[in-house]
């Protein structure tokens, strides 16, 4: 963001207050996105959603032991 923000004031027409705040909207828009995607990748595999699918669970699954 700050490259971005460098490249907006070394041009020579200002882009004025709205381009100045559509600029940090967005990369701060990216960056909550980012964090949600993560979050949801990381709730994902806790959950075991990731599992191999088609698989029966004792076999995707190694750290539960088949009952008898």
């Given amino acids: 963001m700050a490259v ?3 490249a907006v ?5 200002s882009p004025g207050g709205i ?9 701060a828009a990216t ?3 980012g ?6 990748q990381f709730w994902s595999q806790r ?5 191999r699918a ?4 004792e076999v995707a699954r190694r750290d539960i032991r088949p009952s008898d």
Avoid: I
């Fill in 4 to 6: 971005a923000y460098a």
């Fill in 9 to 13: 004031h070394a041009m020579a027409e």
């Fill in 19 to 27: 381009g100045l705040f559509t600029l940090f909207a967005g990369g």
């Fill in 31 to 33: 960056l909550v996105l």
């Fill in 35 to 40: 964090g949600g995607l993560a979050a949801l």
């Fill in 47 to 51: 959950q075991g959603f990731d599992e």
């Fill in 54 to 57: 088609g698989a029966r669970p």
